[in-house]
């Protein structure tokens, strides 16, 4: 990933099985406070159905400041509002300047980014696991093949064949 994205990419995290941001990371990225980004949404709601925003619960909101060092210090009188992929692309519709305009284009990239390489991985992932399950079919086919070869040199060291003699004794 480019320079520029990896700061966004460090602020995508999931929740609920979504890729999200955090209203407070959005707000600064876009240069505007978060008071003003929640007022901003708040005044068109229905722009923002659940599936685009929504507040974290007490369990989700102190799972993620134990996992991100940063959120320990934020000390909030509410939990944060967050923002899937698709809130996001609606935020550029309310926040209309042009930095907003250039954040979610940037923000956009990312996530494009994060999508093609967990597809990718998956992918890889399906192969390496096939490679392992033909792995171990020639490994349990040839072990017993091996397995015979040691027991017929262990017959044949225990009890070697008997040899005729040829010539004068």
């Known amino acids: ?57 007490d369990e989700e909101w102190k799972y993620l400041r134990s996992q991100i060092a940063t959120l320990n210090n934020d000390i909030r009188k509410y939990k944060p509002f967050v923002f899937t992929e698709h809130g996001i692309l609606m935020l550029s519709s309310v926040l209309n300047s042009d930095k907003a305009i250039d954040v979610n284009i940037e923000i956009m990239k990312t996530f494009v980014l994060m999508r093609h390489y967990a597809l990718s991985q998956s992918t890889t992932n399906i192969q390496i696991a096939e490679l392992r399950k033909l792995l171990m079919l020639y490994i349990e086919k040839n072990d017993k093949r091996v397995n015979e070869i040691i027991i ?14 040829i010539g004068f004794r």
């Open 1 to 57: 990933m480019g320079k520029d994205l990896l700061p966004i990419q460090n602020m995508i995290y999931e929740i609920r099985k979504q890729k999200i941001m955090l209203d407070s990371d959005l707000a600064g990225l876009y240069g505007v406070e978060v008071k003003r980004l929640n007022e901003c949404v708040k005044r068109n709601l229905r722009r923002f159905p659940s599936e685009f925003m929504f507040r974290l619960t």
């Open 152 to 165: 017929a040199l262990n017959n044949l060291i225990e009890h070697p064949p008997k040899t005729k003699t």
